[in-house]
């Protein structure tokens, strides 16, 4: 029987508790969306996958907030939490020479595993469960249950696709997650960001005079592969290749039927055509990630030539608006995943966090090994010169023992420990093209905070006063007492 990763990935989720099938009948016009949203915003004992299995008009069913907790998007990049992405990747690219032999063979065999399941050398094959049902002559789009999210939308949207093209000078695939307004049966608006490796693919056909570009919009599969269709790798690095690592295994290929690309053989949908760079078209509102409508702007269409699937396909979703929502986790698994490199272009820092009130692009808060004046200005800087985090509007430097992932630990650092009129660095810069405060698109205003104690060749003569903390040893004696105290005593702790 073939594999079907997204239903085994179900499976899973309901036999943990971490799963609500809805069987009431409801419209992909809001209602889906409504309902996902109220999960993705829940306590956590409501906070669940929703399979909604009674799609009006529709008989494939709709699953939403897969990755809607910290439990289920460790669960989703095959690791049982999400700190293990980061200290996988920390093992692999230690850089410290081995200790002794057995240490050299035992690095050298992780690897080499690592290459293996990363698949350099792609897995093909020539039977796919993608390809049980092939729609060439008739493709239709409004088989597929495409979600309204919010009342002023322009339109269906599909939310949580792995849109691939590839380079047009180098043939590199690229995967991306750019939404996709239904028009049509057969055309889609493709929403890729001037930032993104879909909109760089553009510019270069175009310098080769091409007005076509080949692509496939890959639905469900491996929920590895769908998340690294969002993870800001450098360019001209295959996505499926970090998907194939974090799940032990190469991503298995087969050819599309009616463009010249691959698509992963154990997906659910495949939408196969072309991105046409002559038919541009006003794509929008869209009530987006930072809580707001996203203004009607021009997009290439997306023309369909071919739809394949499974017989009992699932068609994956995701709702976003006013935070806190699923995509949160998304990119909390991006944090913690991409830690490792980013420490090794800056070693000095410890850690860092995107909370969700920022929405990514609007907050980063780092915590750093303060070894010499100005290392927050220098760190900040990087920072601004490192992939997608040049798009960070502010960044805020605190100490090393400061708990970043606390944000009322990095609030009070950060509020106390400046002097507003020397700690602030404010410039300009590219920011989201998504970022409606700026006054130009994409460029704006960047503020970067210095919360570190001041030193005083800083220019700080004061003292630095200490942090006022309790004595280890009545720490410890209070610790037990209190244990015990509320254990015996229940709440009155007598």
Partial sequence: ????????????????????????????????????????????????????????????????????????????????????LRRNLAALLDTRPPGDLRSALKRGAELASAMRAAGLKPRRVRRAPVQEVIEREAPSLDALPILTTWPLDGGPFITLPQVITRNPRTGVRNVGMYRLQKVDERTLIVHWQRHKGGAEHERLARELGESRIPAAIVLGGDPACIWSASAPLPPDVDEYLLAGWLRGEPVPFVPCVSQPLEVPAEADVVIEGYVDLTDYRDEGPFGDHTGYYTPVERFPAFHVTAITRRREPIYPATVVGPPPMEDYWMGKATERLFLPLLQLFLPEVVDFSMPAAGVFHNLVLVSIRKRYPGHARKVIFGLWGLALLSLAKAIVVVDEWVDVQNPMEAAWQALGNVDWSRDVVITEGPVDQLDHASYREAFGGKIGVDATAKWPEEGYTRGWPQVARMDEAVVERMAALWRRLWSEGGENGR
Avoid: C, Y
């Fill in 1 to 84: 029987m073939a594999r079907h990763p997204l239903r085994d990935f179900v499976a899973r989720l309901e036999a943990a508790g971490e799963l609500r099938r809805i069987e009431q009948p409801l419209s992909t016009e809001l209602e889906i969306a409504e309902l996902s949203r109220r999960a993705m915003q829940a306590e956590p004992a409501r906070n669940k996958a929703l399979l909604f299995t009674n799609v009006r008009g529709h008989s494939m069913p709709v699953l939403t907030n897969l990755f809607g907790s910290a439990r289920r998007m460790a669960w989703a990049l095959h690791v049982e939490e999400l700190e293990a």
